[in-house]
């Protein structure tokens, strides 16, 4: 199992950027990581995953371009740069990891964190 603390959260201009961190301990060899996110009154969704070497990611559409997903194997740390926020990426974005290959759907996935709070400003 992984136990996942994401970090880096909080309140921000429409415009703007913010890195959300996500520290992974416990069995964390070979995994794919991957952030989602939940904003009020919606689903999960899919925002970004990446391979446990860093040579495959994928993106959600809405993120595509804005993004970017990346991990330091080392540090046992997955980020999440995001740009030119806009005020429909308020979310709780949380992390989570599975063994073997990243995919994008909410129910591969089998270690989550709690989440951290991303709000936007107008």
């Known amino acids: 199992q992984v136990q996942l603390v994401e970090s880096g959260g909080g309140l921000v201009q429409a415009g703007g950027s913010l890195r959300l961190s996500c520290a992974a301990s416990?069995?964390?060899?070979?995994?794919?990581m991957a952030w989602f996110r939940q904003a009020p009154g919606k689903e999960r969704e899919f925002v970004a995953a990446?391979?446990?070497?860093?040579?495959?990611?994928y993106y959600a559409d809405s993120v595509k371009g804005r993004f970017t997903i990346s991990r330091d194997n080392a540090k046992n740390t997955v980020y999440l740069q995001m740009n030119s926020l806009k005020p429909e990426d308020t979310a709780v974005y949380y992390c989570?990891?599975?063994?073997?290959?990243?995919?994008?759907?909410?129910?591969?996935?089998?270690?989550w964190g709690e989440g951290t709070q991303v709000t936007l400003s107008s």
């Open positions: 989570a990891s599975r063994d073997g290959a990243p995919y994008v759907h909410i129910d591969n996935y089998n270690s």
């Open positions: 990446i391979s446990w070497n860093s040579g495959s990611t």
């Open positions: 416990g069995r964390t060899f070979r995994t794919a």
